[in-house]
């Protein structure tokens, strides 16, 4: 798949069909995440697979109700390691390059997702402590996503999207 088809034609699925997803395909969905970017190579990132219905339930009630996140394959819970980049980088490693690093390999998953004709949605409205509890994460390890993942049982919209030059500024701000 052409990385700009990719980028352009994947979209956030929230219904999925009945379907187990194989653990190799999630080995590969978390092999694109470790090729992610990080800061001095940190990969200050964890993900918790969870693949059980009933913790699939108390997500979905921990991210407001939001069913769907009980009625896909896999959830992928996607956490930055703030000890791990706080180690090198002090409290902007922790509190900041951490996130990101999360967010770079959530986005790699994402991307390796759409390619392997799976569907998946990004997550990040929930009660951290609710899913830090339930998930048993420890203190200095952070949810960051929450990504849902199955075979898609709709085929969403494309939503608009502003103009390149919206987003431009040259020399400052």
């Known amino acids: 798949?052409?990385?700009n088809e990719a980028i352009r034609e994947r979209r956030s699925i929230?219904?999925?069909k009945d379907e187990e997803i194989d653990d190799d395909l999630i080995n590969k969905i978390v092999e694109a995440g470790v090729w992610a970017p990080s800061a001095g190579n940190t990969q200050s990132?964890?993900?918790i697979v969870i693949k059980d219905n009933q913790i699939k339930a108390q997500l979905a009630v921990a991210c407001y109700s939001r069913e769907f996140i009980s009625e896909c394959s896999v959830v992928l819970a996607i956490c930055a390691n703030k000890r791990a980049s706080g180690a090198i980088y002090g409290e902007r490693g922790r509190e900041l390059y951490s996130i990101q690093d999360a967010a770079c390999a959530a986005q790699n998953m994402l991307l390796k997702i759409h390619e392997l004709g799976l569907g998946a949605c990004w997550n990040g409205e929930f009660d951290e402590d609710v899913v830090s509890n339930l998930l048993n994460i420890p203190e200095d390890v952070r949810p960051?996503?929450?990504i849902t993942v199955g075979y898609p049982n709709e085929k969403p919209i494309p939503p608009s999207r502003g103009d390149v030059e919206e987003f431009i500024h040259h020399e400052k701000y």
């Open 14 to 16: 929230r219904r999925y």
């Open 144 to 146: 960051v996503a929450l």
């Open 1 to 3: 798949m052409d990385l």
């Open 45 to 47: 990132w964890e993900v």
